[in-house]
C-alpha cells in the first residue's frame, strides 16, 4: 500500500501541473480566453442568485473605462481582519482593475441576490501579504496564476504582492450619507458574525 501511495504523488502532481499549465494557457497575456469568457460568462448568471453563488462569491460591477457601459466580472471576496477584499489574480492589467481606477474606486457587488455599492480603495503592497495567502485559501482557482500555495511563506507573497493589486471593500452608502447597510459597519464591509 505504501508503494500504491507513493506512486501515485508523482501523477497527483502531474496532474496538478497540467491543470495549473491549463489555466494560466487559458489566461494567456493576462487576459481570458474565449473559453474563459464563456466560463465567466456562466459564473455571473450562477452568481446572480442566491442560492447558487459560493459563499465567498459575487459579481463586480463597474463602469468600462472607454465605453462607460457596466462590465460584470465575477469574483472571489477574501476576508482579513474583519474587513474584505477584492484580488486580482491577473496583475495591473486586467480589465478590472484598469476600470476600477478609472472610475475611481466606484463600484456595485451583487452578492446573495443584493447589490451594494461600494468603493474599493487599493492597498498599498506592502499590506498585501497576508490577503493574497487568504485569498488564495479561498480562490484555488487563482494559485496558477499567483504561482504559490496558501501555506508558502509570507515572505513569498511579500516578492509577488507588488504585481497583484489588492482593494479593500468600503461600503458606498457610508460614504455618502452615513447610512449603514445592515452587515456594515464603520463603512468598512464586515463579515456577518
Request: proline share 8%; no cysteine; glycine share 10%.
Amino acid at each position: 500500500m505504501t508503494a500504491r501511495r507513493m506512486g501515485s504523488r508523482p501523477v497527483r502532481r502531474a496532474v496538478i501541473r497540467g491543470i495549473a499549465a491549463f489555466k494560466r494557457w487559458t489566461y494567456r497575456g493576462g487576459r481570458p480566453s474565449a473559453f474563459m469568457r464563456f466560463v465567466n460568462r456562466l459564473d455571473v448568471l450562477m452568481y446572480r442568485f442566491r442560492w447558487s453563488a459560493p459563499r465567498q462569491g459575487a459579481i463586480l460591477q463597474v463602469a468600462g473605462r472607454r465605453s462607460g457601459s457596466l462590465s460584470q466580472v465575477p469574483v472571489a471576496i477574501a476576508e482579513h481582519r474583519d474587513a474584505e477584499f477584492l484580488v486580482s489574480m491577473l496583475g495591473p492589467d486586467a480589465n478590472w482593475v484598469r476600470n476600477v481606477r478609472a472610475a475611481g474606486g466606484r463600484a456595485l457587488l451583487r452578492r446573495h441576490g443584493r447589490e451594494i455599492p461600494v468603493m474599493l480603495e487599493e492597498v498599498p503592497p506592502e499590506r498585501r501579504a497576508e490577503i493574497l495567502r487568504r485569498y488564495l485559501a479561498i480562490a484555488p482557482g487563482a494559485r496558477p496564476h499567483l504561482g504559490l500555495a496558501p501555506a508558502a511563506p509570507l515572505e513569498q507573497f511579500r516578492r509577488i504582492a507588488p504585481r497583484h493589486p489588492v482593494f479593500r471593500i468600503i461600503d458606498g452608502e457610508a460614504q455618502r450619507g452615513g447610512h449603514r447597510v445592515a452587515g456594515h459597519e464603520g463603512g468598512a464591509v464586515t463579515r456577518p458574525r
